[in-house]
């Protein structure tokens, strides 16, 4: 009897302790409760990642490619630089390319670039108005620290001293600013740069420097969305016409008053190019031998010259030609003969609704911009005068599979065309020659050419950065 009763007793103990264990479904739904709870801690970890400082969201590019964002680089900073870029957008976004490679070298911190506004083109726009400031800062986080403004103790400390700038040497080394510019931001701790087109060598730096470089041009400025989206909106009309090519026809106004070059102008027009010159500070103020220039090349194409030209490299008449290109001067006159000889030419202006364009006509680094975008998409790509833009969008194409870009020998031109006008060359001679000379001019793999002595000779990285395409063994022969 008692080991009966004992082992009742022994039987009721396992049962309780048996009701006290949780159910197999119970533990399920537990650990689902637990591993949502790490889910949703991780999802959070990642938002927090997918910033720099916790409140910048990063939204989906509506053009670009959609883009992987790296982890941060952590690393002591030797101090704070501010640039401020210069002149129109092409130039500032290579500036800014280039101060990337600089700050990334220097192991400084980066503030968001300040946009410099005493320029011709009198542009307000900042940069958070044409680039999308937070893909910027995110996706290059893995090389530089960028922050949109100096932190409050650089602020304060401001107030009490004035800012520290200086105007860094064109095309310089690394080695210069290692040892001109490091030192200044350490003592410092905040430097501004006042300037910044042209301020590093196109050659001699470290391959891995040469590729940021372009990731910094091709990758991370990207456009704001409502830039984006009105520049595919063009590509997409343009698209629906078929193949067309994207002129960047350099006969502005500022040109002509900037070059001096006077072909095909009026003696009235002359005189009022010439009165813009003399206006601005910087320009040359004193007679300009024009045709001297012409013959070196160094005057842009007129309106008339390109069309001849188009037609001698055997461009369809029916092809839709897009102007990527500013206000041309005295348009209604000097683009008759152009228009006759290719009647669908197309701008921003007659594809684009008044109220589409309204938004960015007062802003000539926004107008740029929808341009730079036609151009890098279209078919083929010829400029017709040297420039940031056509420096810009030539080595872009290389950058998107040596996209043809036809890039004209103007000082062969110019001789060409003055000798069939004055009956010297046939038609088909000049045709035969215009194409001959520019067979190996069509943005294929090529190596720059440099000049260290006379860096603004040599090509520039941008037109051509090589070390960012396809390996040498199956591009160069």
Known sequence: METAMGGGTKAGKMKTAAEKQPSSMACIKFWAVVISIMLLILWVCAMQLATLDGKIMVPKSAFFSPYSFPPQRVYKSNGYLIISTNGGLNQKRLGISDMIVIARYLNVTLIVPKFAHGTYWNDTSEFADIFDVNHFITSLRDEVKILKELPPEQKRKLESEPLYYMFPMGFASLEYYHQRVLP?????????????????????????????????????????????????????????????????LRYEKDVLAFTGCKKGLTKEEA?????????????????????????????????????????????????????????IYNKERRLADLAAAYPNLASKQTILKPEELEPFMEHADQMAALDYIVAIESDVFIPTFVGNMDKAVQGHRRYLGFKTTISLDRKLLFGLIDQYKNGTLLWDEFSLLVKKIHEDRRGKPARRRENPDHPRQEDNFYSNPYECLPPFASTFN
Request: with cysteine; glycine share 8%; charged share 30%.
């Open 271 to 327: 005189a009022e190019v010439k009165q813009m010159r003399y206006s601005h500070d910087g320009w040359a103020h004193k007679p300009i031998d024009w045709k001297k220039k012409r013959e070196r090349g160094s005057c842009p194409l007129t309106p008339e010259d390109t069309a001849l030209v188009l037609q001698a490299l055997g461009i369809d008449n029916t092809t839709t030609i897009y102007i990527a290109a500013g206000e």
């Open 184 to 248: 200044r931001i350490q003592k410092r701790g905040v430097l501004l740069f006042a300037q910044t087109d042209a301020r590093l060598a196109n050659n001699g730096l470290p391959e891995e420097l040469q590729r940021l470089r372009c990731r910094v041009n091709y990758e991370a400025l990207g456009f704001t969305r409502p830039i984006e989206e009105t520049g595919r909106k063009i590509v997409d009309v343009l698209r629906e016409k078929g193949p067309f090519l994207a002129l960047h």
